[in-house]
């Protein structure tokens, strides 16, 4: 394992000690799965479910030993993964604690090689994301943190951008979208830049450290935006859902609906705003 995985967290100080215990048992469960998911790159036997999705023999794997260790440590907390067995009802989150999981996030990426593709796992308190951790296959480094701490990737701090990383207001969006957000972005769409990782945890990670101005998505589930919500807030940039909003959560279950959202600067979510017609972008 690249030995700059293994150690680093922010200054976890602020946080109390029920918080503190978990992100660093969850900072050593994610790196824990690392060098597992780089042997498998690429190569990992797949299917396809019978929602349309793939997924593969690294996500199942990942998502139950990941969560066997945290098990033994903190048995009261709820355990939700993209990869739980699916339920008649959803089920209801009745721990004080959640954590919430992708364990290989841009499943079709890491399927057939393409390096943009990761680990995401999100800690909620009270259904609320307060920490998150990206392990980002394609940098192969970790980006963590929450609103408390701040964020890092690596070691370094990371920050939202403050001015336009290029010339056009360049984010993170997946297609397809809705047809009346489509619509709405039509003409502005000419002009922005737009970037289509594969992978939402991708797409969030480069928005916490500057590399992208905001991330706009409309199939995004909760599991693909615990972790970057925190991450996010850490840095500086502020989360908002499109439509109602994943959290606080309290249900689960791997079924469950897309939740739209915007995250970035406030240069984003001015321009953003006024081609989807929301009056005012602070809220």
Known sequence: MDRSLTNQTPDLSALDHSIKERVLAGHHAVLAQVD?????????????????TRVTEVDENISEDLFAHLRK?????????????????????????????DPVDGTNNYAVG?????????????????????????????????????????????????????????FCMHFPIPTADLDSLR????????????SAAV???????????????FRSKPWDCAAGHAICEGAGARFHFVR???????TFSPAMGPCPFRVGSEHFHKEVC????????RI
């Not at 998150?132 to 939202?160: A, C, M, T, W």
């Not at 797409?203 to 998505?217: K, Q």
């Not at 109602?244 to 309290?250: H, I, L, V, Y």
């Open 36 to 52: 597992y998911f780089r042997a498998n790159f690429g190569v990992a036997q797949s299917r396809w479910k019978s929602d349309g």
């Open 73 to 101: 440590l903190f048995p009261q907390d709820n355990y939700c993964s993209e990869e739980s067995a699916e339920a008649s009802k959803p089920v209801i989150l009745n721990g004080e604690f959640t954590w919430l999981l």
């Open 114 to 170: 393409v390096p943009e593709c990761g680990i995401s796992m999100g800690l909620l308190r009270n259904g609320v994301p307060v920490y998150g951790f990206i392990y980002d296959y394609g940098r192969d480094n970790l980006l963590q943190g929450g609103p408390v701490v701040g964020s890092i990737e690596g070691d370094r701090r990371v920050y939202v951008s403050e001015n336009l990383v290029n010339e056009k207001l360049t």
């Open 187 to 198: 003409d502005v769409l000419q002009e922005w830049r737009i970037r289509c990782p594969g």
């Open 203 to 217: 797409g969030l990670a480069n928005v916490a450290t500057g590399r992208l101005d905001g991330c706009l998505e």
């Open 244 to 250: 109602d909003p994943a959290f606080p959560m309290k």
């Open 274 to 281: 006024q081609a989807l017609g929301i009056t005012d972008h």
